[in-house]
């Protein structure tokens, strides 16, 4: 791949991954007899697990706890960024982006942290987070339709009434997703449709991108503190405000540590991505959820998603051809 600003006015292309929830199992199989199934041996011997058998034998009930979602969901990305790193030809890369997990395989593709570098702090957040969620339980769901700003002042009522619910994710017009206690997101689920939202339960662990992770963040840090960032090739765009990042003088760490706790802003972001000129978005692993979501915010990029060897054969083409 190559990386650059392609400020020559040819294609330029946005990588995304996708985050925990895209896991499904087996989801690893198809690229077992691959040259890329080394990715998977080298993180295992990095973080100190078997991932291997996340990502061809765990059942969907062993991919829903958060550590073992994680760690899978960021092998099987190491995986198909190596492939199309090796097949895909000339992919003028301009920048790079995660949704929430998603945002650790984007700082490897941007050349920011090695993939062990990075697997290593993926091990301890999906650890710190599933620890956060026992001292804290809580759960998330997502409101489809609405009026997305009178979403967001139904959630700040509830919570002045002393429930304990935020926004979570802000992932595109018409998709806005809450976290909290039980409690808190029944409180603004029961009120949804005031605001002509329909809701649909997440089946998650704990209550993601709120307050309620708090005690997530000491690890979290101290396992960046592990590592050692580089100023990467092309700029990613962070979910914490949606702005590109490059260089050696950005705090990694305290963008990471916040990104616990605070929304994930992933409408931003495409805009972001698209203002830049990123006319192709790529996304990288398990699903399509972020292609469909780049389609509804920006309609004028053109779409393509790589989470199997066959796929990964016809976008090599079709790049080429672009």
Not at 144 to 157: K, N, P
């Amino acid at each position: 791949m190559t990386y650059g600003s392609g400020s020559d006015g040819g294609e330029r292309v946005a990588l995304v991954f996708p985050g925990q929830g895209a896991q499904r199992p087996a989801m690893g199989e198809p690229w077992r007899d691959t040259p890329y199934w080394g990715v998977v041996e080298s993180l295992s011997e990095a973080v100190g697990r078997d991932l291997a058998a996340l990502l061809t034998t765990a059942d969907a009930e062993e991919l829903r706890r958060t550590d073992n979602a994680q760690l899978a969901t960021f092998t099987l990305e190491m995986v198909v960024l190596a492939a199309v790193r090796d097949r895909a030809g000339e992919l003028p890369v301009a920048r790079t982006a995660g949704h929430s997990l998603g945002e650790y395989s984007a700082l490897v593709a941007a050349g920011v942290l090695g993939a062990e570098e990075a697997g290593r702090v993926v091990a301890e957040r999906g650890a710190a987070m599933a620890d956060a969620a026992r001292r804290a339980p809580g759960t998330m769901a997502v409101l489809l339709g609405g009026d997305t700003d009178g979403l967001r002042a139904l959630v700040e009522e509830e919570r002045a009434a002393g429930r304990q619910v935020w926004v979570a994710n802000l992932n595109a017009p018409g998709q806005t997703v809450i976290s909290g206690t039980v409690e808190g997101v029944d409180a603004v689920a029961a009120r949804a449709g005031e605001q002509g939202a329909r809701v649909a339960r997440i089946p998650v662990g704990g209550a993601f991108h709120s307050p309620l992770m708090d005690s997530a963040q000491p690890r979290l840090a101290a396992a960046w503190a592990a590592v050692t960032p580089g100023p990467g090739r092309v700029p990613v765009v962070t979910n914490v405000d949606g702005t590109a990042h490059r260089g050696p003088d950005v705090d990694w760490r305290d963008l990471a540590v916040r990104q616990l706790t605070a929304p994930v802003r992933w409408e931003h972001t495409v805009r972001t991505l698209a203002d830049a000129g990123c006319t192709r978005f790529v996304e990288l692993g398990p699903g399509q959820v972020l292609t469909g979501l780049a389609r509804r915010i920006a309609p004028a990029v053109s779409t393509v998603s790589v989470s199997t060897p066959d796929q990964l054969t016809a976008v090599g083409r079709e790049l080429v051809s672009a």
